[in-house]
Nanobody
Framework: QVQLVESGGGLVQPGGSLRLSCAASGRIFSINAMGWYRQAPGKQRELVATITSGGNTNYVDSVKGRFTISRDNAKNTVYLQMNSLKPEDTAVYYC???????????????WGQGTQVTVSS
């Protein structure tokens, strides 16, 4: 069975940094685009950043210059380096894989369980 497991969340002061990881486990042949999304209390889930299997990236304007998405295809892992964190970055962060090929099964829009990021003094 395929799983996406996020880690690295926590409590950090404004201006601080965190690095999120999302590791895919199971019998995985390939994963195409992956992304990080976040959902703050009372708000809709929003896209934060995406990265293709070839390394092309895209960011929401509010995190450009502060967050960096990267991936290690050999480890089936995607990362989100978050610097200069602000209180408005507080949210549950989720990773998503657009398509995971696992043996004879293909999963679409596969989500992790989320990790809490809280930015507060």
């Amino acid at each position: 069975q395929v799983q996406l497991v996020e880690s690295g969340g926590g409590l950090v002061q404004p201006g601080g940094s965190l690095r999120l990881s999302c590791a895919a486990s199971g019998r995985i042949f390939s994963i195409n685009a992956m992304g990080w999304y976040r959902q703050a209390p009372g708000k809709q889930r929003e896209l934060v950043a995406t990265i293709t299997s070839g390394g092309n990236t895209n960011y929401v304007d509010s995190v450009k210059g502060r967050f960096t998405i990267s991936r290690d295809n050999a480890k089936n892992t995607v990362y989100l380096q978050m610097n200069s964190l602000k209180p408005e970055d507080t949210a549950v962060y989720y990773c998503k894989a657009d398509r995971i090929v696992s043996g004879a099964v293909t999963y679409f829009n596969y989500w992790g369980q989320g990790t809490q990021v809280t930015v507060s003094s």
